[in-house]
Every structure is written in C-alpha cells, then in structure tokens.
C-alpha cells in the first residue's frame, strides 16, 4: 500500500523560507504527478504546485517565482521549497499522488507565517 509522509512545516516569519518534503513508500509507476496542495481555514483545498515523473512542472500563479518543487525519483521524494513567504501563505499543506487511477494523499502538515 502505497503511503506519503510530509514533514517541514512550521511557524515562520514574513519573509522567510521553508522547506516541505514528502516521502512516498510503497512501489509506484510511471508515469505519475507527485504535487503539493494546500487549505487555508474555511478555503477550499488548491493545487500549489505538481510535477510529472518526465518533470514536467505547473505553479500555482499564487506562488510562482516564490516557490520550487523537484522530486528526487531515486529517494521517491517531492520537495516544495518554500521563499518570500506571505501570511496568506499559511495552511495545511498536503503531498499527492496520483498514476493508474491511484490517488493517494498525505496527512498534511502546517504551515504559518506571521506578519
């Protein structure tokens, strides 16, 4: 059974980085989209940004220039990493994938920037 794991979330400043990753265990296939989505209280959830196994990438335009996503195929591991951080960047952020009709999520985990 195919799992995610994230972790590196926490409470940052305006202005400040960090970095999310998630760990996927389990045996996957190609091709695949790994993405990072995120829910602010009493939003709905949205598609910060997903990468293809063939590295194809899209941004949310909320984020682009800001944030950064790669995946180590190797490791079976997606990466956001997070700059310029906004407080309307705080949420619960969640690791997805998806293949074969498999649409598999994590726990999420919180991320709050202060002003």
């Known amino acids: 059974q195919v799992q995610l794991v994230e972790s590196g979330g926490g409470l940052v400043q305006a202005g400040g980085s960090l970095r999310l990753s998630c760990a996927v265990s389990?045996?996957?296939?190609?091709?695949?989209?790994m993405g990072w989505y995120r829910q602010a209280p009493g939003k709905q959830r949205e598609l910060v940004a997903d990468?293809?196994?063939?590295?194809?990438?899209t941004y949310a335009d909320t984020v682009k220039g800001r944030f950064t996503i790669s995946r180590d195929n190797a490791k079976n591991t997606v990466y956001l990493q997070m700059n310029s951080l906004k407080p309307e960047d705080t949420a619960v952020y969640y690791c997805?994938?998806?293949?074969?009709?498999?649409?598999?999520w994590g726990k999420g985990t919180l991320v709050t920037v202060s002003s």
């Open positions: 389990g045996s996957i296939f190609s091709p695949n989209v």
């Open positions: 997805n994938l998806r293949f074969r009709g498999v649409d598999v």
């Open positions: 990468i293809t196994s063939s590295s194809s990438i």
